[in-house]
């Protein structure tokens, strides 16, 4: 399929990045009409005034700015696109240079005071941030994680040379260069003595400040005699300034005041410019109170609309099952293995039908094939949750072979059949993560509980482990990240050796991510002499030495899309996921083989006639319900609603003493099938009918999807997306590293071939792609979102997930430390019409509310399917929090504030939570309480999750409310949740496509 982009301009040095045309200030938009915001706050904004004392540099949302030192319009001297942060001026007043993220790494550039063409300082796989001045404006001194921590390192401008200043193993940031030039202090965050350091270049490092507060920004008072630094502790982001000479310190600003992480500026010896509370302040040295510079930034924004997909519910027709998980070839190549609609399939060569190997409501994942090809071993909740079977592939005997608390996954055989490795998964996140065990296989029958053996310290979210030929290595792609300040970094393989030697981190593209650390490689062949993994979308193969080093050069063996390689016995041919079709590479000449497959699922579609007598329904249009109604629902959509009338055709359900609501949208959450059959009962059993997932693993998704529409498992309906798109950088195992743009191409390909019903960036995606992404995305209909607000508004992205989450700056351009969200954040959002997601629950709210009022784990539902051990894990961490933390709650009420004002202001906001961070289904409901104690009305909460969050979706046409022709989503809970929001909590049935689950049902494992 041909994609259709704008053009795009390359950087010859860092190959596929893009590089934006700098000559312009802003990004045309593309409607005829656009929209002025005016701001005149930053959040979490920094600044720096000229040395003449005439000009105030900021970095407002990602552009740097100059604004009069008194005061005035800001004019911006550089774009858009290349999240500019943290300027600081050229001892001659030409020049600022700052941090940009134009090529998806930050680097040092310089721009004209004037604006114009910016210059790149520094270049290279590193991120390179803070930049400051020397006095003689000949070096520059930055922090940078060149050295694998961050240290402080000097550039000098007239050769370009690096000088690294420090080497300690923590992570040192922030320089500032002494008024003399002679010493440059700093920020660390060792373990043993953090603080405020200054060092003379080439010097001994001294400590002036020890403090455990989170440090930032320090800068020198022009006599040179005090540093000035921002201190973050539990009740306070505070200015704070020490005596060089005596290590004296004292805070300059109280508690009320919310002091930004930057470096402060002086207009004099004695008083000095810095950014809190939104504002540009001054202040003298003694004073208790700051005078403002008023500022404003016009920013305009596009007024565009284009075609979203459409949805056809009603189909009836059969459709290719896309959603294959885990495909395998047997060691002699006859037969591949696969899980799809929740079992375990077999495709023999040759044949187009596959057979069902397991049928049943519970789950059936992850088939490995024993080294002899006798045996499959599998996952399955059949017990309950995921345990580790094995099936004898001659007798049909199925075989548990381990059964621990906590769900298992990823099985996977040792050469010689003897045992099979897999992963315990973190019992409170199933994105987080994982520790890796053996069985014994070979046990007697009287041995009742085989043999189990730890084997490694657990891991953040790995890849299937393969074995080494010899039994003696495990090979696995986990996460190398690049310093411990940022958490991203790269996927590697991490070979473990048995024998207890040290593990090691080896790769075939040094720098160069792997795939998605699910089942896509590394993959060990048979005879030990390669391995195949998934890199930029394809599929590779290298050599490798017994203990899996590498030797020889990557082969590409595939150029469309591949995912999940599995080898023959012989080492001869690999099995992968060819998007949607099972294809074969032979490695000796390189032919491909398709095996096509037959398998469709039909959407569930009732066909009965139901009425619900209700007392009171909420139709979720108007503030106040409707009094003694029948909901007449034919099959899957209401027919009509009517004042109620007894003896109507139909199967009754008699609700005349509760309250009917539209079905809730739960609209940020992570899934993945190791929490089994009981994920979708679970969503169902809190009036959750639609999930929004944006960001999953594409083939486990569409699994969900399918077996849940065709009424295989109960379950809400699915809106999906693939993995995050992230940039060169990335975290989760669900991450999708975008190298080039021939790899993005087949990444949006992929997306329209496999029906996704977004696209979700992640943080380390520059905007120049992101851009393209949202071009491509809107020309198909799908709908994009990601964690920033601006730029991103300005090109059309639709929506942001989270007031706070994670940034790759360090701190968000969207909520401060105090949880504060000023009027860009605001004004911005409401007038753009971007949809946010706060997770305000993620942020705080579920263990605020869950420390405020026990009793919130008492819900029946949350019972039902999580365990007191974790429940009590769960409630203790959230008292520690609570305790190491004494100015969490009053921060919360910030955050909480914020939720408010973006709701007064018109910003079109939805409840969604990240769980599994937090507990699937009951979070959403702390989500609806946390907006209805930050001042919404019931109405408005039950809005954000019912109709404002379908018109995100774009099925707001079918969904999001109860009104004639719609489909038929609905829950009956006791109460009045209109009044009482905890009231949405009394589920009594839920009615998902016209389907009726009572609540005894969904609570009750099949």
Known sequence: MKTVYEPVWRNASVPFLIFVCLFTTHIRAAGIDSIQVNVT????MAADLSPNKSQIAIDLQGTIWVVPASGGTARPITDNLGDCRQPSWSPDGQQVAFHAFWDGRYHLWMVSKNGGKPKQLTTGIYDDREPHWSPDGKRIVFSSDRSGNYDIWQLTLADGKLTQLTSNPANEFNPAFSPDGTQVAFASDRTDAPGIYVVAPGGTEKIISPTNAKLAGPSWQPTGSHVFYNALTNAQSGLATVSVSDSKMQMLTDVAEDVFPFRASWFSAN????TADGLLKRR?????????????????????????????FDAKTPQKVLGIKGATIAPDGQQIAFAALGDLWILAKGSKTPQRLTQGPTMELEPNWSPDGTKLTYVSDRNGNMDVWIRDMKTGEDKLLSDMTDDLHYPSWSPDGSKVAFYQSDPRNAWGRSTLYTVDVTYTADVTVPKTRKLHESVFVPSQATWSADGKTIAISALHPYSSRYREGVSEVLLLSLDGKNDRYVSPAPAHSLATRGQNGPVWSPDGTKMAYVLDGLLYVTDVQADGSITGKPRQLTTEQSDT?????????????ATETLKQVYLTDGHIESHPMELTWQNSQPTAQLVIHAGRLFDGTTNTYRQNVDIVIDGNRIRSIVPHQAGRTGTVIDASNKTVMPGLFEMHTH???????????LWLSFGITSVREPGADPYDALERKESWASGTRPGPRQFFTGGLTDGTRIYYGAATSINSDEQLDRELNRSVRLGYDLIKTYVRMPDAMQQRITTFAHAHGMPVSSHEIFPAMRYDVDAVEHIGGTSRRGYSPKITAMNRSYQDVIQLLAKSG??????????GGFSVLGTRDPKLYENRQYKAFYSEDYSNALQASSAQYAKLSPGYLSNFGNLEKGVKALVDAGAHVTTGTDSPFVPYGLSLHTELQVFVDAGLTPYQALRSATIWAAETVGVSKDLGSIEPGKLADLVIVNGDPLTNIKDALNVEQVIKNGVVFPIDQLLTRP
Do not use: C
Request: glycine residues 8%.
């Open 41 to 44: 706050q930053g959040t979490n």
């Open 271 to 274: 008083e000095y410019l810095y």
């Open 284 to 312: 003298k040295l003694g004073s208790t109170t700051a005078q403002t510079i008023p500022f404003q930034a016009i920013i305009s924004l596009p007024k565009n609309t284009y075609k979203r997909k459409t949805y056809d």
């Open 565 to 577: 390689p599995s080898w023959t016995g012989d080492s001869k041919s690999l099995l992968f996921l």
């Open 671 to 681: 899934q993945h099938s190791m929490v089994g059959e009981k994920i979708g009962r």
């Open 834 to 843: 971007m949809n946010i997601t706060p997770t305000a629950s993620l942020q």
